[in-house]
């Protein structure tokens, strides 16, 4: 499920940042929203063309709508 992708990359994403900050105990909430904000990021710079460190050129992404 795309979401549990979403939130695995996220939660990586996070733990990167606590240790690249010395792994500073108390500050997971930031990490994790710093991370969600980079992705995200990361993710329209894709869907509008621009090749970034998390989305290699050929990663394509759907612009279908997704139905649950």
């Not at 710093?34 to 990021?41: L, M, S, T, V, Y």
Request: proline share 6%.
């Amino acid at each position: 499920m795309i979401c549990k992708r979403l939130e695995a990359c996220i939660n990586t994403r996070s733990y990167l940042i606590w240790e690249r900050e010395g792994r500073v105990p108390g500050h997971e909430r930031e990490h994790w929203a710093r991370a969600r904000a980079e992705i995200e990021q990361e993710l329209l710079a894709a869907l509008e063309g621009i090749t970034t460190d998390f989305v290699p050129p050929a990663f394509q992404i759907s612009q279908r709508p997704v139905r649950y």
